[in-house]
Nanobody, 125 residues
């Protein structure tokens, strides 16, 4: 059974930093790419960042470009999201997700098969 577990969320002041981590356990039968999404109250889940299996291809939402960095460590089965210069509008529950196959539609939540339970990030002014 595949499990994704996020950690590293919390409360931070605007301008501060947090580092989220996603640990993958269980067997995924093929190379998989990873995505981070977030969902604020009363809003739809939105794409934040994605990274290919090799780690060579990374994609970001415009709203986080230049502030967030996605990375992965395949031997450790972890994917991290370094978040710098956080803003109040970054407050949300953050989810990691995994998908095998070609890296199409990486920004579409429904395209991912495996999801974590989420971790809360709250940015105060």
């Amino acid at each position: 059974q595949v499990q994704l577990v996020e950690s590293g969320g919390g409360l931070v002041q605007a301008g501060g930093s947090l580092r989220l981590s996603c640990a993958v356990s269980g067997r995924i039968d093929s190379n998989y790419y990873m995505g981070w999404f977030r969902q604020a109250p009363m809003k739809e889940r939105e794409f934040v960042a994605a990274i290919s299996w090799s780690g060579h291809n990374m994609f970001y939402a415009d709203s986080v470009q230049g502030r967030f960095t996605i990375s992965r460590d395949n031997p450790k089965n972890t994917t991290d999201l370094q978040m710098n210069n956080l803003k109040r509008e970054d407050s949300a529950v953050y989810y990691c997700a995994a998908r095998t196959g070609p890296m199409f539609y990486f920004s579409v939540p429904n395209y991912y098969r495996y999801w974590g339970q989420g971790t809360q990030v709250t940015v105060s002014s």
